[in-house]
C-alpha cells in the first residue's frame, strides 16, 4: 500500500526553522529521485528541492542555501530543513517522487508552514 505521510510544520517566525520529515512506503520510493513540492494558496504547486536515489540535491533558486533535503533509504523517510525562513515560505509542503505524471500519482494530506513576518 502506498503511503505518502508529511510531517513537522508549523507556525514559525521569519528567520525561524523547521524540519519536514515524510515517511514513505514501498520501495518505489527508495529507488526513485524525491522532492518536496509546497503549493501556497492561489497557485500551484512547485517543486522546492529534488534529491537523487544516489543522494545528488538540487534546490529551486529561491530556497537554494536555506533548505537542506536530506533521506534515509533504512527508514524510508525523506527530510527537508528549513532555514531562515520567510513569510514567502509559507504553503502546503508535501513529498513525492519526481517523475512525469507525478500530479497524477497519489499524494499525502501534507504539512501546513506558516511564516509570520
Known amino acids: 500500500q502506498v503511503q505518502l505521510v508529511e510531517s513537522g510544520g508549523g507556525l514559525v517566525q521569519a528567520g525561524g526553522s523547521l524540519r519536514l520529515s515524510c515517511a514513505t512506503s514501498?520501495?518505489?520510493?527508495?529507488?526513485?529521485?524525491m522532492g518536496w513540492y509546497r503549493q501556497a494558496p492561489g497557485k500551484q504547486r512547485e517543486l522546492v528541492a529534488v534529491?537523487?536515489?544516489?543522494?545528488?540535491?538540487n534546490y529551486l533558486v529561491s530556497v537554494k542555501g536555506r533548505f537542506t533535503i536530506s533521506r534515509d533509504n533504512a527508514k524510508n523517510t525523506v527530510y527537508l530543513q528549513m532555514n531562515s525562513l520567510k513569510p514567502e515560505d509559507t504553503a502546503v509542503y508535501y513529498c513525492n517522487l519526481v517523475v512525469v505524471g507525478v500530479e497524477d500519482y497519489y499524494w499525502g494530506q501534507g504539512t501546513q508552514v506558516t511564516v509570520s513576518s
Open positions: 514501498g520501495s518505489i520510493f527508495s529507488i526513485n529521485d
Open positions: 534529491i537523487t536515489s544516489s543522494g545528488s540535491t
